[in-house]
């Protein structure tokens, strides 16, 4: 029996004239707006990766298993470059350099087989922006629908694209031609509102420029853009999860007794907090269906994509322990794939708010409420530890501050998000406090990894109010104010410096922290009120 051929030609209100906008001539077939299905048998055709067991789609990113902070660009032009947090962050890009490399970007997808996705980012209709991605990747757009909120067919119809994303990701850029690094380059130009991609197949590169991109227009309408997720409770609370990679947000928000809002981008708004996005971008090396059901889940179910994540090539079964390609193997999938998630992706102004830091030196408290100015302080520093993991025998770990929790896509200067944060947090008197997934014991090496049950009693405790009468002590470093017991949690774990075998070794320790909290913050000094100048460890 021979099948009919299937039908993906463009839909009627659709044309190529419609890419010319964007300096597109395309002399290849031209899809628009496919469904997931239709995707999937594209991707498979064309060899651009695997199904595999129970129907996700298997692609691999390598030698970019991740983003390429280095090879990031903001196109420096006259209307949007004061305003720009110019460094090793937002590193400028000229003109010129810009208009021959989006010239060879056309230049290599015009003959070419093309993929076009339109889509919305912001739930909050009068901050939503719609995007358009342009891509000769079946698979890569697939993504762009898990990531991105899904028009419905009328609103697909009429979609006029306020952001264009031109998809190269096979394209090497030239550094000499392009004013480059190295052949990979990912290029935002705020005033043509459009974003370049080129040399790097890794998915995350796609949505993290418009998050960037959401970063620099919602400023100016008081909107707080946020690195975080957002759940909501059975009585209507809303509460935030900031935390840098590795640090439980994605894993902590997925309670099955709250709904997800969303597990990464965020705006906060004079009418609540919003989504920006309509799917997770899960990290799920060694992800356990005990600790983390409902993620686990969605690495057995079609639709999701699953990045350098290695599979048996003959039985397809995945094995979510092996790290031989990239400790961050992602899942790509829908957020209604969550059980219970948010149909609007919105939510009220948050009750409480969570820091997350997995210190590795083992010395913060597993939980502590933070007056406003301390939430300032930290929300500025936004600190974790990383673990040296990939040499031999290295097993100290390095702090990491990443100011705003999210500094790789910040445009401006960090202080303009912290005034804003203090704003809300005055006018709404939302909760906030910094929780340790890290190390208890002792530092890395040392200690072991607080457990995962612990942590979420102590959330969960801040939740629903029960942490609101507990005594508490203040902590002699780090001035936090740390709940003396938690129904759940051994009350010796809530005092570092007890757990640890050798108390001297905790206070060298902390005193280490201490001082790289502080000359990490000398850099916002002047632009810091001085009452959030000394919130930080003494």
């Known amino acids: 029996m021979t099948l009919p051929a299937l039908d993906m030609s463009p839909a009627p209100s659709h044309t190529a004239v419609e890419l010319d906008a964007h300096g597109l001539t395309p002399a290849g077939d031209i899809h628009w707006n496919l469904s997931p299905a239709q995707l999937y048998e594209a991707a498979l055709a064309r060899g651009e990766g695997h199904l595999v067991n129970l129907g996700p789609f298997a692609a691999v990113t390598v030698p970019h298993t991740g983003r390429s902070p280095d090879d ?302 301390q939430a300032m302080y930290h929300f500025l520093s936004g600190y974790t530890a990383k673990v040296a993991g990939t040499e031999r025998g290295v097993t100290d770990p390095r702090a990491t501050f990443s100011a705003c929790f999210g500094a790789p896509f910040l445009p401006m200067h960090p202080s303009v998000y912290a005034r804003i944060l203090g704003e809300k947090l005055r006018r709404h008197g939302s909760r906030v406090w910094l929780v340790n997934t890290g190390w208890t014991g002792g530092g890395f090496g040392t200690g072991r990894r607080m457990d995962l049950p612990h942590t979420r009693a102590m959330i969960r405790a801040a939740l629903d109010g029960s942490l609101d009468g507990v005594p508490t002590r203040t902590d002699p470093v780090f001035g936090l104010a740390v709940p003396r017991e938690v129904e759940g949690v051994p009350a010796r774990v809530l005092t570092p410096r007890s757990t640890w075998a050798d108390p001297e070794a905790y206070d060298r320790a902390a005193g280490r922290l201490a001082s790289m909290f502080r000359e990490n913050f000398s850099q916002f000094a002047d632009a810091a009120p001085a009452e959030v100048r000394v919130a930080g460890p003494k």
């Open 72 to 373: 990031r660009f903001t196109v420096e032009e006259p209307s949007t470059a004061d305003q720009i947090d110019w460094g090793s962050i937002n590193r400028p890009m000229s003109e010129t350099h810009y208009r021959a490399l989006r010239a060879d970007i056309i230049e290599y997808l015009n003959p070419r087989e093309l993929f076009v996705r339109d889509a919305y980012c912001g739930a909050d209709p009068a901050h939503r922006i719609s995007v358009r991605v342009v891509s000769p990747s079946a698979w890569h757009t697939l993504f762009v629908y898990n990531m991105f909120l899904r028009p419905s067919a009328a609103e697909l119809a009429a979609i006029r694209p306020d952001f264009v994303v031109l998809h190269a990701p096979l394209l090497q850029a030239d550094p000499v031609r392009h004013g480059t690094r190295s052949g990979t380059a990912v290029v935002v130009n705020l005033a043509e509102r459009t974003v370049l991609v080129a040399g790097t197949r890794y998915a995350g590169e796609i949505k993290k420029s418009i998050f960037s991109s959401m970063n620099f227009f919602l400023p100016g309408k008081q909107a707080l853009p946020m690195h975080c997720s957002a759940n909501i409770g059975e009585e209507g609370d809303t509460a935030l999860f900031f935390g840098l990679s590795g640090t439980g947000k994605t894993t902590l928000s997925a309670d099955h007794a709250r709904r997800l809002i969303g597990d990464d981008e965020h705006g906060w708004s004079d009418d609540g907090i919003f989504n920006f996005e309509g799917g997770c971008y899960a990290k799920v090396i060694r992800l356990s269906p005990e600790n983390e059901p409902e993620i686990y889940r969605t690495t057995r179910m079609f639709g999701t994509i699953l990045e350098n994540v290695i599979f048996d090539q003959d039985t397809r079964e995945l094995d979510l322990d092996d790290d031989t390609l990239t400790e961050n193997t992602r899942a790509s999938y829908p957020i209604h794939y969550i059980p219970g998630a948010v149909p609007d992706g919105r939510g009220g102004h948050p009750n409480n708010i969570f820091f997350l830091t997995a210190d590795a030196f083992g010395v913060l408290p597993p939980i502590a409420r933070l007056t406003p100015e």
